[in-house]
Nanobody
Framework: QVQLVESGGGWVQPGESLRLSCAASGRDFSSKTMAWYRQAPGKQRELVAAITSGGFTNYADSVKGRFTISRDNAKNTVFLQMNSLKPEDTAVYYC??????????????WGQGTQVTVSS
């Protein structure tokens, strides 16, 4: 059974930092692209950052320069370091792992989500 378990969310004040972790089990994701998404109340889920197995990364424009995604393949874990947090970063953050099942299809695996609240 594949499981992605996030941790590290919480409440912080604007300008502070948080580090999210996502531990995968039941499947080896070390050769797969991993990503973080977020969903704020009343909004669609959006991609925050992604990292390939080789370490290439991409970020949403809204978090570039503030967030850093990284991974530890030996531990099947992906991280999201969030600095200079803003109230608009408030959302539930989800870890995602994608495994291709064919050249044109894939299975998406999701964690349960972790709440990040940025407020003074």
């Amino acid at each position: 059974q594949v499981q992605l378990v996030e941790s590290g969310g919480g409440w912080v004040q604007p300008g502070e930092s948080l580090r999210l972790s996502c531990a995968a089990s039941g499947r080896d994701f070390s050769s797969k692209t991993m990503a973080w998404y977020r969903q704020a109340p009343g909004k669609q889920r959006e991609l925050v950052a992604a990292i390939t197995s080789g370490g290439f990364t991409n970020y949403a424009d809204s978090v570039k320069g503030r967030f850093t995604i990284s991974r530890d393949n030996a531990k099947n874990t992906v991280f999201l370091q969030m600095n200079s947090l803003k109230p608009e970063d408030t959302a539930v953050y989800y870890c995602n792992g994608r495994i291709a099942t064919s050249p044109i299809s894939w299975d998406d695996y999701w964690g349960q989500g972790t709440q990040v609240t940025v407020s003074s």
